[in-house]
């Protein structure tokens, strides 16, 4: 069951909410760095990740699931919000540059349909970037934030549902060492938070990141039968 637009919001407007949104922005653009001229789009809720892109993507899309709901975004500009069902994009074949999918993966019900649909409009190598709750990490286990709803992860299982949907990860990291609370200490000591997390324990933070490439074949399965070499060749009558 997704999340509701507006408890999306709200949270994100909370002093916790804010800090997550500037660590998990920092990350996103760490991993795709520029993106001048590309087609950039993001599934569930990722219009607080997207706007150091306005500037500079040719295409910017921000493609909220009808049972989520959306928001006009931005408020003060033509709007790049759209409403659309998860498995049925309305968007062509081999069309995006750059996949960003948050509170989405977790919450769908049918997750394979999902990755093949996007998958689909993603172009010949293109990237798709997953944040996704940590099933080790704290804020999975914590239903205060919308990072404790839905199905978290571990590693493994986000490498091998990618690999089923023909997608090769890249980079795993994570995000998110602060404790999900939303007091002031844990606030304004945040980034200490996050940096003694990525160096101590960078596995048990609250979120995953990977980043995939689309692959245009599918691997082979088990091990390859060894060809027999052939020793002499005979003519045919």
């Not at 994100?12 to 949104?21: E, S």
């Not at 789009?41 to 990740?49: I, K, Q, R, V, Y």
């Not at 399965?221 to 020793?231: D, E, N, S, V």
């Amino acid at each position: 069951m997704y999340t509701d637009v507006a408890t999306l919001r709200d949270f994100y407007a909370t002093p916790l909410g804010r800090i997550a949104r500037r660590l998990l922005a920092r990350r996103v653009r760490a991993v795709w760095g520029p993106a001048a001229g590309e087609t950039i789009a993001s599934l569930g809720f990722g219009t607080p990740f997207l706007a150091a892109y306005r500037s500079e993507a040719h295409t910017l899309a921000a493609l909220m699931p009808a049972r989520q709901g959306v928001l006009i975004w931005p408020s003060s500009a033509p709007a790049l919000s759209a409403l659309v069902e998860e498995d049925e994009l309305p968007l062509r074949d081999n069309s995006i540059d750059r996949l960003l999918v948050v509170h989405s993966l977790e919450l769908t019900e049918r997750t394979a349909p999902l990755l093949r649909e996007l998958w689909r409009i993603l172009k010949p190598e293109g990237r798709l970037l997953i944040i996704v709750p940590n099933r080790r990490g704290l804020w999975a286990h914590v239903d205060t934030t919308p990072f404790g709803r839905g199905c978290s992860y571990s590693r493994s299982q986000l490498d091998k549902l990618l690999h089923q949907c023909l997608f090769t990860p890249l980079a795993f990291g994570s995000a998110l060492h602060l404790p999900p609370f939303d007091r002031g200490i844990v606030v304004r000591s945040a980034l200490a938070w996050e940096r003694l997390g990525m160096r101590v324990s960078p596995g048990l933070g609250g979120v995953l990141i990977v980043e995939a490439r689309k692959e245009m074949m599918a691997p082979i399965k088990g091990t390859p039968a060894r060809a027999k070499a052939l020793q002499a060749l005979a003519p045919t009558r």
